[in-house]
């Protein structure tokens, strides 16, 4: 978890000018390394930037039912599904600003998507795209707006040709719910079991060999515009078509995409020896009160990539015990 100074930031367009000059392309030999099988993710992790982070916890928290798995204060770690995380950062100490576009959504995959919505409709959540369950469709679903305008997607996925290699990993996953002494007004039986991240490409075909050759990811669902590649047992990205999806391509973007990994040197190295993405810094960082480490690259059309390990310190006990590292 990294938060330089946004003035420190590289632009967006050097980044990707400087990913395409590598060519993205891997040492001789190294052809045959798959880094998710062999560094592993253990979860994934969105971080999105406010100017209110105080309210968007409460937000997360208390309408949504996130449990809070760390808080250093200007940036607060919710666990949305086992292995599915959001941060919530104060945009004044972040990486990004919240002048610059929101481009990403998250899906919050739920079994009670009919439940949640009359729910939200009663805590007054503005919706963006309302409830319209169709049958025969591969998902249903309905777009809510946080509290400073990133889009959620509450959405339920169907038996259907389409989710073939989808629905058996959906129905492996435990839902999560908020802890029993929790304060919130979500009702019993409400929760989450998976996430997707929306990311949204000009260049959807080089996405895609990026998140299969350089990251190693495998895809589960091909809808044509919109594709899914699992991160961790219920972790989920997706790239989509930015002319077809709820957001245009943007040069800069209010998200850093995160993966939470237990070998952050394995990455690191394997970064930089193959050229697989371009790196922000040449090392990985320390944080100085010894919570975490981490290092921060660019995928091809400029969304930052950070991997994230956290080390045992006062502040992580509730994090590392939801990631099975706990005393």
Same mark, same amino acid.
């Given at each position: 978890?990294?938060?330089?100074?946004?003035?420190?930031?590289?632009?967006?367009?050097?980044?990707?000018?400087?990913?395409?000059?590598?060519?993205?392309?891997?040492?001789?030999?190294?052809?045959?390394?798959?880094?998710? @099988?062999? #560094?592993?993710?253990?979860?994934? $992790?969105?971080? =999105?930037?406010?100017?209110?982070?105080? *309210?968007? !916890?409460?937000?997360?928290?208390?309408?949504?039912?996130?449990?809070?798995?760390?808080?250093?204060?200007?940036?607060?770690?919710?666990?949305?599904?086992?292995?599915?995380?959001?941060?919530?950062?104060?945009?004044?100490?972040?990486?990004?600003?919240?002048?610059?576009?929101?481009?990403?959504?998250?899906?919050?995959?739920?079994?009670?998507?009919?439940?949640?919505?009359?729910?939200?409709?009663?805590?007054?959540?503005?919706?963006?795209?309302?409830?319209?369950?169709?049958?025969?469709?591969?998902?249903?679903?309905?777009?809510?707006?946080?509290?400073?305008?990133?889009?959620?997607?509450? @959405?339920? #996925?169907?038996?259907?040709?389409? $989710?073939?290699? =989808?629905?058996?990993?959906?129905?492996? *996953?435990? !839902?999560?719910?908020?802890?029993?002494?929790?304060?919130?007004?979500?009702?019993?039986?409400?929760?989450?079991?998976?996430?997707?991240?929306?990311?949204?490409?000009?260049?959807?075909?080089?996405?895609?060999?990026?998140?299969?050759?350089?990251?190693?990811?495998?895809?589960?669902?091909?809808?044509?515009?919109?594709?899914?590649?699992?991160?961790?047992?219920?972790?989920?990205?997706?790239?989509?078509?930015?002319?077809?999806?709820?957001?245009?391509?943007?040069?800069?973007?209010?998200?850093?995409?995160?993966?939470?990994?237990?070998?952050?040197?394995?990455?690191?190295?394997?970064?930089? @020896?193959?050229?697989?993405?371009?790196?922000?810094?040449?090392?990985?960082?320390?944080?100085?009160?010894?919570?975490?480490?981490?290092?921060?690259?660019?995928?091809?059309?400029?969304?930052?990539?950070?991997?994230?390990?956290?080390?045992?310190?006062?502040?992580?006990?509730?994090?590392?015990?939801?990631?099975?590292?706990?005393?």
């Amino acid at each position: 978890m990294t938060f330089p100074n946004r003035n420190d930031r590289l632009p967006a367009a050097l980044a990707v000018a400087a990913v395409l000059a590598t060519g993205c392309a891997q040492t001789e030999g190294d052809d045959s390394v798959n880094p998710l @099988e062999e #560094f592993g993710i253990t979860a994934n $992790n969105a971080f =999105f930037y406010y100017d209110d982070v105080e *309210a968007a !916890t409460a937000f997360y928290s208390e309408t949504l039912g996130l449990r809070v798995a760390a808080d250093y204060g200007f940036a607060k770690i919710v666990q949305v599904a086992p292995t599915s995380f959001l941060t919530l950062v104060d945009a004044d100490e972040g990486m990004h600003s919240t002048e610059e576009p929101r481009t990403v959504a998250v899906a919050l995959i739920t079994d009670q998507l009919d439940e949640w919505y009359a729910y939200l409709i009663e805590q007054d959540v503005e919706m963006r795209y309302e409830f319209n369950p169709t049958e025969g469709r591969p998902h249903d679903g309905f777009v809510a707006y946080d509290p400073e305008g990133y889009y959620l997607e509450f @959405e339920r #996925f169907n038996a259907h040709p389409e $989710n073939e290699l =989808f629905m058996p990993l959906l129905d492996q *996953a435990e !839902t999560l719910y908020p802890d029993p002494d929790q304060a919130t007004t979500v009702p019993e039986g409400l929760g989450f079991k998976a996430t997707i991240l929306w990311l949204y490409y000009r260049d959807t075909a080089g996405a895609l060999a990026f998140l299969e050759e350089k990251l190693g990811l495998e895809k589960v669902v091909d809808q044509g515009w919109a594709w899914i590649y699992q991160t961790s047992p219920t972790g989920y990205i997706g790239p989509v078509d930015e002319t077809r999806g709820m957001h245009s391509y943007t040069e800069q973007k209010a998200v850093t995409v995160s993966f939470f990994t237990d070998d952050i040197d394995g990455w690191h190295s394997y970064v930089s @020896e193959t050229n697989a993405f371009e790196l922000r810094e040449t090392e990985v960082h320390a944080d100085s009160v010894g919570r975490f480490r981490a290092f921060v690259g660019y995928d091809p059309e400029g969304y930052f990539l950070e991997f994230d390990t956290f080390l045992e310190h006062e502040l992580n006990v509730k994090l590392l015990e939801s990631l099975g590292r706990g005393r």
